[in-house]
Each structure stands twice: as C-alpha cells, then as structure tokens.
C-alpha cells in the first residue's frame, strides 16, 4: 500500500500528456478502458483522468484500482458514468485489457530490482498491438507533491518506448532540478557513466547556453536548450510540446547500463 498522500490536480502534467499522444487510440478503440492504478487515499485523479480523456475520447472510461479496500469504500461514493473503483493492485482486475494504465508514484517504494518485473506483468495486461493499433500504454512516473515536477516513462506492450520530463518553467532554476522526480527505474542511475547522468548534465548545458533567451521568457529559453539537445539526443516531441515544458526522449538512450 502506498501512502496514498495525493492532492487534487498534482497529475495535470501527465493527463494532458497522455491526452495529447494517445487520444487517437483512444477514440479508436471499441471500449477505451483506462486503469488508474493506485490512485490513494482520496479518488481526485481518477476524477480528473476521467475528465481529461473525455476531451480527447469521450467514450472512454476510468477504473480506479486501488490495494487498500478501505480507501475503495471511500471512494464508491463519487463513481459516475464513465468511472468506477475496484479493488486490486498488479493484476489489474478487470475483465478487459486496458488501453491505458496509468500509474504515478506507485513504484517509488519499491526496489530498482523490481521494477522490470512489474513492468512486464503491467504490460502483458495492456491491449495488444494490431494492424490498426500500437496497442495499450503504460504511463509509469513521478512527481513532487503538487504536480509542478514530472518524470515518467511511456511503456507498450513490447517494453519501454520513451521517457518524459515535465515542469512548471517558472519554478525550474536548472533542468538537473528534475532529477529528484525521475521513476525508480532511473533515479539511482543518476551518477556518472549512466546515460541518464550524462542527459541531465548537457541539458543543463544547454540551458547554460540559452541563458540570453531568459530575456523572452523561461519557455523560450526551455525550447531553445531542448532544441540543442537534438543534436545529440533522440528528442521524440516538438515545439509544441516544449512549449509546455516537456521534453521526451526515447528510452533506448537513457536505459541503465547492464
């Protein structure tokens, strides 16, 4: 059971991500069921996925999966059209395979070793890939308290696909700052010699470099370090995404060495 401490909100970063980059999947889909797994003490961002999908897919539907049955009973209380809440955990329990599993601040209890295991046993649940499909996403992360900092990595049927940074720019002195956030799988890679360490260290010097376009603003100056970062890093997104202040890359390129 995880301390279930979630404010309302704290996902916004995450949502919007995933409503961005796989809401035609979910407009696809027949019944485009999401899993938010682990969702805590109170139900807020099963509320909030909910709602953020719908502007993306408005058929699709939530379930709220949860370890700790009482917090499933406090829950029943706000289920709706489109949302209801199980209790379970890794088994995902749910008849169907879930297009989108979302699971924020779950694995940071964890220990690095396990997380692998849990990913494939998350991603053997998801929808699978067909002609018409990439098949289901597993968006696995974390975040401090009040969803300004964000770092998670994007996983298909077949295994990790990418890694995303996400802040509020206004409140970033550095993009080394995210370090803090990045997911279990990654966070005690940051030392020298993993890749993981080595992006970090350029995207701040690249962010050094961009320092006269602070004068435009912190998102010019965002999109400008993460401009220079191409030439060196397999950046997946756009300006369009940058302007948000995220940034992708693809995991091949920060995977931990071994």
């Given at each position: 059971?995880?301390?279930?401490?979630?404010?309302?909100?704290?996902?916004?970063?995450?949502?919007?991500?995933?409503?961005?980059?796989?809401?035609?999947?979910?407009?696809?889909?027949?019944?485009?069921?999401?899993?938010?797994?682990?969702?805590?003490?109170?139900?807020?961002?099963?509320?909030?996925?909910?709602?953020?999908?719908?502007?993306?897919?408005?058929?699709?539907?939530?379930?709220?999966?949860?370890?700790?049955?009482?917090?499933?009973?406090?829950?029943?209380?706000?289920?709706?059209?489109?949302?209801?809440?199980?209790?379970?955990?890794?088994?995902?329990?749910?008849?169907?395979?879930?297009?989108?599993?979302?699971?924020?601040?779950?694995l940071r209890q964890y220990e690095e070793g396990e997380v692998s295991g849990?990913?494939?046993?998350?991603?053997?649940?998801?929808?699978?890939?067909?002609?018409?499909?990439?098949?289901?996403?597993?968006?696995?992360?974390?975040?401090?308290?009040?969803?300004?900092?964000?770092?998670?990595?994007?996983?298909g049927p077949e295994g990790p696909r990418t890694v995303t940074f996400a802040?509020?720019?206004?409140?970033?002195?550095?993009?080394?700052?995210?370090?803090?956030?990045?997911?279990?799988?990654?966070?005690?890679?940051?030392?020298?010699?993993?890749?993981?360490?080595?992006?970090?260290?350029?995207?701040?010097?690249?962010?050094?470099?961009?320092?006269?376009?602070?004068?435009?603003?912190?998102?010019?100056?965002?999109?400008?370090?993460?401009?220079?970062?191409?030439?060196?890093?397999?950046?997946?997104?756009?300006?369009?995404?940058?302007?948000?202040?995220?940034?992708?890359?693809?995991?091949?390129?920060?995977?931990?060495?071994?």
């Amino acid at each position: 059971m995880t301390r279930g401490t979630t404010n309302p909100n704290r996902l916004r970063r995450m949502d919007r991500w995933i409503a961005a980059v796989h809401g035609a999947e979910l407009r696809r889909a027949v019944d485009p069921v999401a899993v938010d797994l682990g969702y805590g003490a109170a139900p807020w961002t099963a509320v909030e996925l909910l709602t953020r999908l719908r502007a993306a897919a408005p058929r699709a539907r939530v379930v709220g999966v949860e370890i700790e049955p009482a917090r499933v009973t406090a829950a029943k209380p706000y289920e709706c059209d489109g949302l209801v809440f199980r209790h379970g955990g890794f088994e995902i329990p749910i008849p169907q395979r879930p297009l989108l599993v979302r699971a924020a601040n779950v694995l940071r209890q964890y220990e690095e070793g396990e997380v692998s295991g849990v990913w494939r046993r998350l991603c053997a649940r998801l929808a699978p890939v067909t002609e018409s499909s990439r098949g289901g996403l597993l968006v696995e992360g974390t975040c401090d308290e009040i969803g300004r900092r964000h770092v998670w990595v994007a996983l298909g049927p077949e295994g990790p696909r990418t890694v995303t940074f996400a802040t509020r720019l206004g409140s970033l002195e550095r993009p080394s700052d995210l370090a803090e956030r990045l997911p279990k799988a990654l966070i005690h890679r940051n030392v020298p010699g993993e890749p993981v360490h080595a992006f970090l260290r350029d995207f701040d010097r690249a962010w050094s470099a961009a320092a006269p376009y602070a004068s435009y603003g912190a998102r010019q100056r965002w999109i400008r370090a993460v401009r220079d970062l191409t030439a060196d890093w397999p950046v997946t997104d756009g300006a369009g995404r940058w302007r948000q202040g995220e940034v992708t890359v693809k995991w091949e390129a920060l995977a931990p060495r071994g």
